[in-house]
């Protein structure tokens, strides 16, 4: 079955503390990866894709096929980081997104 | 650049009735796909629409239908409703329905069936 998988449902760190925002998936084929994230009283929006191999707000994820992950990383996470993450993994007309992770960035 | 509205924001209605929720796409944009986000979940794909036909469906019901205008707005039918249908209800808009297009969300409709 296609799923994508988000073990953690609240992160808390202190600014300026690394984070680590886990993502697993299992879908047939070769998905598409992707990061959105929702701010406070903000629309879900795109926070980056695989393809595009770049980093915004600077945050990375790294694709490991093997493990069939995508996590989402930044080393120095700040307050305004604060907000709900959500994997999401793409095989054509279908996105299917993980349950989210609350991320908590604690002053 | 216009972005993906969504209406009415709030809805309450009776276990049994029939919802209409209206979509607005992203200018240039010509597919939309609905979501299902129950509290505490992630959305959950209902279909998408490409180019005015059903491009694609997720394991919801028949009830569930929708249609898609020349101007690639959209509409989300839900007949019969239950209780289990009340959540958010997101409609995102994308260039094409390809794998590598990303999503542009609405702020959603929250639908409550009492």
Known sequence: AQRVTQPEKLLSVFKGAPVELKCNYSYSGSPELFWYVQYSRQRLQLLLRHISRESIKGFTADLNKGETSFHLKKPFAQEEDSAMYYCAATGGFKTIFGAGTRLFVKA | ?????????????????????????QSGHNTVSWYQQA????????FQYYREEENGRGNFPPRFSGLQFPNYSSELNVNALELDDSALYLCASSLSGGRNSPLHFGNGTRLTVT
């Open chain 2, 1 to 25: 650049e216009t972005g993906v509205t969504q209406s009415p924001t709030h809805l309450i209605k009776t276990r049994g009735q029939q919802v209409t929720l209206r979509c607005s796409s």
């Open chain 2, 39 to 46: 509290l505490g979940q992630g959305p959950q794909f209902i």
